[in-house]
């Protein structure tokens, strides 16, 4: 009888999806994914880690249009060579932040297997159509952070991808200053 949770032999190893971006809260999620899923399935079982898929959103091309300063309202559209130099900045940063994200991986994990998906797009598409492609048996993700009023503005990514997921999503919120340092003198036994 194989286990469920892809720890038994001949079992297919288990893949785990994490989003990340070029927020601190994505890194810190990723590294809590480290500790706390591979870390553990590894040391729980002999079968080989959970594979890491990371997932990068990249922001679909804008139509660039401004007012003019004059405020006559005719306004300018931007150059094709201003938006292929933009283009290239956004595939540089994608290129940067996945290339962070796996250094994060490899170097706690030299042995798991990382896998990276950079596709362009709205960002709750993206991440849950990786996560169903991927087969993921969990979707790790940051959370920003942002109050009631940003949220209800710009929407929120981990929001939907909870509601709209297939798979379990796990949502890591990273400590702020004030709770780290109350935790560390907690943990250390100081006053």
Not at 6 to 14: E, L, Q, S, T, Y
Not at 22 to 34: F, N, P, Y
Not at 58 to 81: E, K, L, N
Not at 117 to 136: H, L, Q, Y
Request: hydrophobic share 40%; proline share 6%.
């Amino acid at each position: 009888m194989a286990e469920v949770a892809g720890g038994g032999v001949g079992a297919p190893p288990r893949r785990v999806v994490v989003a990340v971006d070029e927020s601190e809260e994505s890194m810190h999620a990723l590294s809590w994914c480290l500790s706390n899923v591979v870390a553990s399935s590894a040391a729980a079982t002999k079968a080989p880690p959970p594979a890491v898929v990371l997932v990068h959103a990249r922001s679909p091309r804008p139509f660039y249009y401004y007012p003019t300063i004059d405020g006559a309202g005719t306004g300018y559209v931007m150059t094709q060579q201003v938006m292929e130099c933009m283009e290239k900045y956004t595939a540089s940063a994608a290129d940067t932040v996945v290339a962070r994200a796996k250094n994060i991986c490899t170097a706690a994990f030299p042995t798991v297997r990382v896998e990276t998906c950079v596709e362009m797009g709205d960002p709750r598409d993206v991440i849950c159509g990786a996560a169903e492609k991927a087969g993921a048996d969990m979707l790790v993700m940051g959370s920003h952070g942002y109050g009631l009023l940003q949220r209800a503005l710009m929407g929120s990514v981990s929001n939907h991808c909870v509601q709209n997921c297939k798979c379990p999503v796990v949502v890591v919120k990273r400590p702020d200053a004030k709770h780290a340092a109350g935790a560390g003198a907690t943990a250390t036994g100081g006053l």
